[in-house]
C-alpha cells in the first residue's frame, strides 16, 4: 500500500493527463509556494498580477534557461481551488518528452511529485470535499456509461453525503435523549416516550436497509452488470461472446473444452455496462484443469445476475433436457435467457418446445446464429430489457462503494441491536452504545470519523495528478 505523506508546506506537482502523447498535456502545481517556483521557470505576465481563474499565454524554460514549451498558465488563488491552496495548471504541448522535462524543471524549481490521489485529499483537508465525495471523483474518472457518471456526480455533489448527514443528526439527538435520562436518573426523568423512539429507530432502519440494498445495482452500473454465458461444450458460448463484443476477445474452435478459463469483457447496450462472462463448457472430464474450469463456471453462473444458457440447436433433445438439471437450479432468482445456437445448422422448434415447460416462466427464449451474427441484434435488446436498471436522475442516490456498503451493512447490525434492546428493556447505557456505534460506522464512510491508514488506502488507488 502507498503511503501519501501530506505536508502543508510541500508544493506538489503531476501531470494531470493521461500518460502518452496528445495534442496538450496538463501539469498542475499546488502548494504555498507554487506560484514562486512557476514564476522561477515562467516567461511572460508577472503572476503577481494575474487574477485568480485567468489564464495566461507564455513560455517556460528549463533549469539551464532554454526555453522549454510555450504554454498556457491558469491560476487559481487559495482558498478558492480545488486543493484551498494556490494552484498553476500549464498546459503545455503533449509531446511525452517536453512532459517530461517540465515535471524536472519544476522538480529542480522546487517542487515536490505528488503522491497518486494527493491534490484530492488536500481538497479533502481542506474541507472543499468529504471523504465520500473525494472518492466519487475517482469514480467520475472511471465512469463507463451515462448512468455510472450519474450516480458518481451525484455523490460528488454531496447527495450521498448529505442524506448520511441526515441519517446521523437522527441518531445523535437519539442518544442526546437517551443520555441525558441517564444525567436524571436519580430524578427518574424521562425525555423520550419509547414508543417514539422505537419509531425513529426503524425509520432509520429502513433508510439503511434501502441504502444497503441499492448496492447490488450499483455495483453493476459502475462495475457492468455480471452475465454468465454458460452451457455444454462446443454450444458457441465464445461464438456469441466475440458477436456481442464485435470482437475476436475468445477463442474458438470445433474441438469440446477449448474454453477452459473464464473470460470476461464489459460492453455498452442500451446505456448499461454489462459484463460478459464467458465460461467453460460443462461436462464431466478427468483432465483436471478442464474441472477447474467448470467448477469457475458455476461460481461464476452463481454469481450473475443474468444467465444466458447457450444451446447449440445441432443437439440431441434428451440430451438437452438432461443437461437443464445441472443449469436451471443454478439461475434461480435470476434473469435467463436460454440461446439456442447454431440455427444456421438446424431448426430450433423442436428444442425450444421441449425446454418450454422446464423453464422458469419469465425466462425467454432466443434463437439465432451467432456464427453469423443472425438476430444478435434482437438478443441484445432482450438483454437490455432482462437487465432492468433503474433510471438514474439528478436525485437518485445508489451505494456504488464497496467500502461504504460495509459501513452500512455494520451500521445496519448496530441498529439492530438498538432496536433489540429497546423492545427489551434494556438500560439506556447500553442503548447508547449501540447508537454510538451506528453514528461511528456513519461516520467512517465521509470521513467524520477516520484513520491515516484508511486515507492512504483509499488515495493509493488514485491516478498521480487527481
Known amino acids: 500500500m502507498t503511503t501519501i505523506i501530506h505536508g502543508s508546506t510541500d508544493t506538489i506537482c503531476a501531470i494531470a493527463t493521461p500518460q502518452g502523447m496528445g495534442g496538450i498535456a496538463v501539469v498542475r502545481v499546488s502548494g504555498p509556494q507554487a506560484f514562486d517556483i512557476v514564476s522561477r521557470r515562467w516567461q511572460g505576465s508577472p503572476l503577481a498580477d ?9 513560455r517556460v524554460n528549463d533549469s539551464r534557461g532554454h526555453l522549454l514549451d510555450e504554454v498556457v498558465l ?7 481551488s480545488f486543493t484551498g491552496d494556490d494552484v498553476a495548471e500549464l498546459s503545455c504541448h503533449g509531446s511525452r518528452w517536453i512532459q517530461q522535462q517540465l515535471i524536472v524543471t519544476l522538480l529542480d524549481a522546487g517542487c515536490r511529485m505528488a503522491e497518486p490521489g494527493e491534490f484530492t485529499r488536500r481538497a479533502l483537508a481542506a474541507g472543499h470535499l468529504d471523504l465520500a465525495q473525494a472518492e466519487a471523483v475517482a469514480d467520475v474518472i472511471a465512469a463507463q456509461s ?6 458518481a456526480m451525484n455523490q460528488m455533489r454531496g447527495a450521498f453525503s448529505r442524506e448520511l448527514q441526515g441519517l446521523r443528526d437522527q441518531l445523535l439527538h437519539f442518544v442526546s435523549l437517551i443520555e441525558l435520562e441517564l444525567d436524571f436518573s436519580e430524578e427518574d426523568v424521562t425525555f ?29 452500473i459502475c462495475n457492468g452488470l455480471p452475465v454468465a454465458i454458460v452451457g455444454q461444450t462446443n454450444a458457441g458460448k465464445s461464438t456469441l461472446l466475440n458477436a456481442l463484443l464485435h470482437d475476436d476477445r475468445a477463442l474458438v474452435s470445433d474441438v469440446h473444452g477449448t474454453t477452459r478459463d473464464v473470460i470476461e469483457d464489459t460492453v455498452t447496450l442500451g446505456g448499461t455496462l454489462f459484463r460478459f462472462i464467458d465460461t467453460a463448457g460443462i461436462r464431466q472430464s478427468n483432465d483436471t484443469v478442464e474441472a477447474m ?7 461464476k453462473l452463481d454469481q450473475s445476475q443474468l444467465v444466458l444458457w447457450v444451446v447449440d440447436a445441432t443437439a440431441p433433445v434428451d440430451e438437452v433436457v438432461q ?8 439461475c434461480a432468482g435470476k434473469h435467463l435467457l436460454a440461446v439456442i445456437n447454431k440455427t444456421d445448422l438446424a431448426s430450433p422448434a423442436a428444442i425450444e418446445a421441449a425446454l418450454r415447460p422446464l423453464l422458469p416462466a419469465e425466462a425467454q427464449v432466443v434463437s439465432l446464429s451467432a456464427k453469423q451474427t443472425a438476430h ?20 437518485t442516490v445508489i451505494v456504488t462503494n464497496a467500502r461504504h456498503y460495509q459501513a452500512l451493512c455494520r451500521a445496519a447490525e448496530a441498529l439492530d441491536r438498538v432496536l433489540s434492546g429497546l423492545r427489551d428493556g434494556l438500560s439506556g447505557d447500553l442503548l447508547s452504545q449501540d447508537i454510538r456505534e451506528v453514528i461511528h460506522h456513519l461516520g467512517t464512510i465521509t470521513g467524520q470519523v477516520t484513520t ?11 491516478c498521480v495528478g487527481k
Open 452 to 462: 491515516q491508514d484508511l486515507l492512504g488506502e483509499i488515495f493509493s488507488h488514485f
Open 50 to 58: 494575474m487574477a485568480s481563474h485567468t489564464a495566461h499565454l507564455g
Open 376 to 395: 444478435v441484434e434482437h438478443l441484445q435488446q432482450c438483454i437490455i430489457a432482462a437487465a432492468a436498471m433503474p433510471q438514474v436522475d439528478d436525485d
Open 192 to 220: 423520550a416516550q419509547r414508543s417514539e423512539v422505537v419509531n425513529l429507530a426503524e425509520c432509520l432502519q429502513a433508510a439503511i436497509g434501502r441504502l444497503t440494498a441499492s448496492f447490488q445495482t450499483g455495483s453493476a
Open 146 to 151: 451515462a448512468a455510472a457518471h450519474r450516480v
Open 74 to 80: 491558469t491560476i487559481y488563488r487559495a482558498p478558492h
Open 293 to 299: 474450469g467448470i467448477e469457475r463456471a458455476f461460481k
Open 323 to 330: 443437461f437443464s438439471s445441472q443449469i436451471l437450479p443454478h
